[in-house]
């Protein structure tokens, strides 16, 4: 644990890189009201064709022996490929020139064309990060610049739908901007050009943890977003000058017993190397104690600081100028506040949700008084603590700010979980402040609970989408539409886990996560959507042969592409069913919802009458007949899901966009 060992070197385990992060909602801008550099690349005003140099053609003569300024040469790799959709591909620009007129060449990337908006890392580096939305051809464009000259190059690439899409998207999430490691590396290097925390002691000396150990530490299970066991400590030297050390395990016994650290997380909330007003400053560090610059938290991909830190702690990307970072380093973000109800806790005396109170409150009321706070998160503060000055010396989980009253349910069981710990960190309007202000974003929202694309980190979207707060949410909107949501078989596994308590029942999240993709075998029968993909396929054929007739040769190769699509998932599902995989599939969905109830009562009986290294062994166990029960299931499911997608792409109206 952190008071006993947060300086002890070497560390003992590497594991991944872990920031602190949780939810927002995709669409509405997370960590960057202007959101320089999320979404389509910004346009560069030019034309489509490569542009020539301005000294192209005849040369005039001239008295003067001064060199010739020529343009750069450029190099764009690849050239042309298919992609998988919702992955982040590496385009690299290569450029070369005469070192005229200032040796300095600038880059510019920009899309010329696609269906949809390409997801963008910064498009002032010489390499650019780039995911595709949707199906289609996506023309890319490259230019450089020496000060006088300009070249372009335009490369084509071409998203391809693949076999097994995650249910997770993986573009986007946890990372506005998908910068690379280059990103890292040069804010790491403005913040501390003299590398005094390269390391995690460097760290903890700098900020004075060395001398008497920090000032508070809370122990808690971070259930909310990450899911690790957490000792979360603070040197607080002024209102301007503090730190928080975060360091993170597989679970709350690691944390207690000093064991097995996975990384650490710090916040620095000091001045730049220059001096000015104190800012937020992020460093991240593998189990070794080693400075690292970036983690993959949700299985697709390592993103990297700090744009991994702006998704929760708000804030925006700053340019990168021949490798400096721009603004100091200071990219305006903010500190998160402790919220007790996303937590969880153990029994272990000392350990508790009561023996913890205490320095949860000491960190809220240094997150409180930082020069770095949001209203909207000093307003929630207060409100957990009974108003300013913060007199109650427990956290009220049932607070409601005033401006939510009218629509308290909606506050507690859907946006506090889910969406209040990244927004409150944002500028207004998508702090969501009040509930008019929140109902104002229905459509954007709507749109985003019809694509599946928030919350922003991996298990706080996976809690969402397994429980019923999508249906709320959706019936709370302004003029809502019905969106389709795993209810029945979700909300099993949430009574499960309401029943269950264990050390740690976080476990559970993941058997509700199975059980939204096994609701889908319960509303969606195979046989009719076989029925629906063979009409669908009839009824794109006549509409080719009316193109055919009309002469309307790209929606033709449009049509053909879906008929093709869906022919091929028809006859895997086909095969699938004359397999009996189907019957298999319903079988063990049958026996899964009667071993429930004799699963659900072995535990408690058993956790009626156990404590300590007990409870964590029936906690094991039942993690293991859980996972039993559901595993076959996967593959299955897949299965639905891409005829499902595929149905719904291949029912999009046929005809050229803005027709």
């Given at each position: 644990?952190?008071?006993?060992?947060?300086?002890?070197?070497?560390?003992?385990?590497?594991?991944?890189?872990?920031?602190?992060?949780?939810?927002?909602?995709?669409?509405?801008?997370?960590?960057?009201?202007?959101?320089?550099?999320?979404?389509?690349?910004?346009?560069?005003?030019?034309?489509?064709?490569?542009?020539?140099?301005?000294?192209?053609?005849?040369?005039?003569?001239?008295?003067?022996?001064?060199?010739?300024?020529?343009?750069?040469?450029?190099?764009?790799?690849?050239?042309?490929?298919?992609?998988?959709?919702?992955?982040?591909?590496?385009?690299?620009?290569?450029?070369?020139?005469?070192?005229?007129?200032?040796?300095?060449?600038?880059?510019?990337?920009?899309?010329?064309?696609?269906?949809?908006?390409?997801?963008?890392?910064?498009?002032?580096?010489?390499?650019?990060?780039?995911?595709?939305?949707?199906?289609?051809?996506?023309?890319?464009?490259?230019?450089?610049?020496?000060?006088?000259?300009?070249?372009?190059?335009?490369?084509?690439?071409?998203?391809?739908?693949?076999?097994?899409?995650?249910?997770?998207?993986?573009?986007?999430?946890?990372?506005?901007?998908?910068?690379?490691?280059?990103?890292?590396?040069?804010?790491?290097?403005?913040?501390?050009?003299?590398?005094?925390?390269?390391?995690?002691?460097?760290?903890?000396?700098?900020?004075?943890?060395?001398?008497?150990?920090?000032?508070?530490?809370?122990?808690?299970?971070?259930?909310?977003?990450?899911?690790?066991?957490?000792?979360?400590?603070?040197?607080?030297?002024?209102?301007?000058?503090?730190?928080?050390?975060?360091?993170?395990?597989?679970?709350?016994?690691?944390?207690?017993?000093?064991?097995?650290?996975?990384?650490?997380?710090?916040?620095?909330?000091?001045?730049?190397?220059?001096?000015?007003?104190?800012?937020?400053?992020?460093?991240?560090?593998?189990?070794?104690?080693?400075?690292?610059?970036?983690a993959d938290l949700d299985g697709h991909g390592t993103k990297y600081v700090p744009d991994l830190c702006i998704s929760c702690h708000g804030g925006e990307a700053q340019p990168i100028v021949n490798g400096v970072y721009g603004n100091g380093g200071d990219i305006g973000a903010r500190l998160l506040p402790f919220d007790a109800q996303t937590f969880e806790f153990t029994n272990r005396n000392g350990f508790t949700r009561a023996d913890q109170e205490a320095p949860l409150k000491e960190l809220n009321e240094a997150v409180y008084n930082s020069p770095v706070v949001s209203d909207t998160v000093k307003e929630l503060i207060e409100g957990w603590y009974g108003g300013p000055g913060l007199p109650l010396d427990t956290q009220k989980d049932d607070f409601v700010p005033t401006e939510w009253v009218k629509e308290t349910e909606l506050y507690l069981e859907v946006y506090a979980p889910s969406c209040r710990t990244c927004h409150a960190n944002m500028d207004a309007p998508l702090d969501f402040a009040t509930s008019d202000v929140f109902l104002a974003h229905s459509p954007k929202i709507q749109a985003e609970l019809e694509k599946r694309t928030m919350p922003d980190s991996r298990r706080t979207f996976e809690a969402f989408w397994s429980s019923p707060r999508p249906a709320l949410l959706a019936a709370s909107l302004t003029n809502p539409t019905p969106v389709t949501v795993p209810l029945g078989l979700p909300q099993v596994a949430v009574e499960v886990e309401r029943e269950i308590e264990t050390d740690s029942a976080n476990f559970l999240l993941d058997v509700r996560v199975d059980f939204a993709g096994l609701a889908e075998v319960a509303v969606a029968d195979p046989q009719d959507m076989i029925d629906a993909a063979a009409a669908r396929i009839t009824e794109l054929g006549q509409q080719r042969q009316i193109l055919i007739n009309e002469g309307r040769g790209l929606l033709v190769q449009d049509v053909d592409e879906r008929i093709d699509d869906l022919d091929r998932r028809r006859d895997r599902m086909v095969a699938w069913l004359n397999d009996n995989t189907l019957a298999q599939l319903q079988t063990q969905q049958a026996q899964l919802m009667d071993d429930w109830d004799d699963l659900l009562d072995r535990a408690n009986r058993r956790l009626a009458n156990a404590n300590g290294r007990a409870r964590g062994q029936v906690r094991d166990e039942t993690r293991f007949n859980i996972n039993n029960l559901v595993n076959n299931l996967r593959g299955g499911v897949r299965r639905l899901q891409q005829l499902q997608r595929s149905l719904h792409s291949a029912s999009a109206p046929v005809r050229p966009a803005g027709e």
């Open positions: 644990m952190l008071a006993r060992g947060i300086l002890t070197s070497p560390f003992s385990a590497v594991g991944a890189v872990l920031p602190v992060v949780a939810c927002g909602l995709t669409a509405l801008g997370c960590g960057s009201s202007s959101g320089s550099h999320y979404g389509p690349p910004p346009s560069t005003g030019q034309t489509t064709a490569p542009i020539r140099s301005a000294n192209s053609g005849s040369v005039a003569t001239t008295t003067s022996s001064a060199p010739t300024n020529a343009a750069p040469t450029l190099d764009v790799s690849p050239q042309a490929s298919v992609l998988p959709l919702n992955q982040a591909h590496l385009l690299t620009a290569t450029a070369t020139d005469d070192g005229l007129p200032a040796g300095t060449l600038t880059y510019a990337w920009s899309q010329v064309s696609g269906p949809e908006a390409a997801w963008f890392s910064l498009p002032t580096l010489p390499e650019l990060r780039v995911g595709l939305p949707a199906e289609g051809t996506y023309v890319i464009r490259c230019e450089v610049s020496d000060g006088e000259q300009t070249i372009a190059v335009e490369v084509q690439l071409e998203g391809k739908e693949i076999e097994e899409v995650p249910a997770f998207p993986e573009v986007g999430f946890l990372s506005r901007t998908l910068v690379g490691e280059e990103a890292g590396k040069a804010y790491y290097d403005t913040l501390d050009p003299d590398g005094e925390r390269d390391t995690l002691d460097g760290f903890l000396r700098v900020n004075g943890f060395d001398q008497g150990g920090p000032d508070v530490e809370a122990v808690y299970f971070n259930a909310g977003d990450l899911g690790f066991g957490r000792a979360m400590s603070a040197k607080v030297i002024d209102n301007n000058t503090m730190a928080f050390v975060t360091t993170n395990h597989a679970n709350l016994n690691d944390v207690i017993n000093d064991a097995d650290e996975i990384a650490t997380v710090v916040m620095e909330i000091t001045p730049g190397p220059n001096g000015g007003p104190s800012f937020t400053k992020f460093f991240v560090y593998d189990g070794n104690g080693e400075r690292v610059t970036g």
